[in-house]
């Protein structure tokens, strides 16, 4: 069995970040997710007290990235080769300061396969310096959250899905991830959010903020496509216990409701992809209304020791994530 992986909370030594490289995958919505990743990497390194590790895709995407923060202290731009910027799911898992497990990628079940993505996890563990030890299974970062003491969260839309590990049971699945990330207990919920094309990857829909607290949206108007899911996976949560015996406590934030990506509705728009940085909450909003003023109330409440730092990140989502999805912590 590995050491469990580090919560997202202890302190980090770096934060990488995807910048958007490719025009051919982002079109319109290039400049605008720039423009995204620009604000979320100065706030990461100012207030946020992070060392940002920000790789980039193309020469292009290099120069531009350059262009934008090569003089800003605390960010290192890290010339790389990735299909897309979702480095949560294509780099490493960090185990601590000196490894990383690196895992098989499939693009998600096979929906984007593009150059260099089963590449990242060696890069970035080559800048790193760390060791990456690798595994033989299909598995993506954003699948999984931590607890930092062997409670591993995920879902069983995109865990037991045949289209990573085809014939994986839980009981095959509980035994890779002790194996490879020290689980010492795996908490199973259904499914993730509507049209997401990860096949319900856990940090759209519940995360751990400290060990035995979670949370988890609350749909929040009308036409939120994700209420009942939201309000399942509370349940099951309400339910559970973590490795160390705790019952779980459940903190429900406001969802951002319906959102509408370049005129299609019910876009998977979730508060859960925050970044949980050394001083402060990097959070994901989809404009300025009520439901982004709560989920910030919340989230202040649940980590009263970081300052809570609202950013746009509609164009990213037009993309399929977020800002978890394109981060990943090196811890200290």
Known sequence: MSRPVPAEWVPHRAMWLG??????????????AQDEVEALARALAGPGGERVRLMTGTLEGDAEARRRLGGVAGVDIIAGRFGDVWLRDTGPIFLGPDA???????????????????????????????????????????????????????????????????????????AALARDLGARKVLWLGDGLQNDHTDGHVDNLARFVAPGVV???????????????????ARALSGMTDAAGRSLRVIRIPSPGWIEVDGVGGAPASHMNFIIANRAILLPVYGEGLAARLAAQGLAEAFPGREVIALPSNALLSGGGSFHCISQQEPA
């Not at 910048?19 to 605008?32: K, Q, R, T, Y």
């Not at 693009?107 to 790193?128: F, R, S, T």
């Open 215 to 233: 949370v988890c949206p609350v749909g929040f108007g009308a036409g939120d496509p994700n209420g009942e899911v939201y309000d399942a996976a």
């Open 19 to 32: 910048f958007p490289s490719h025009a051919d995958l982002w079109e319109d919505n290039l400049v605008p």
């Open 100 to 174: 990383a497990a690196g895992f098989r990628f499939n693009g998600w079940g096979g929906k984007y396969d593009l150059p260099h993505d089963d590449e990242v996890a060696d890069q970035v563990a080559a800048v790193a310096g760390v060791d990456l030890v690798r595994s033989d299974a299909i598995l993506e970062g954003g699948a999984l959250d931590h607890d930092g003491e062997g409670t591993i969260l995920t879902t069983r839309q995109c865990l037991l899905n045949p289209n990573r590990n085809p014939g994986w049971t839980e009981a095959a699945a509980e």
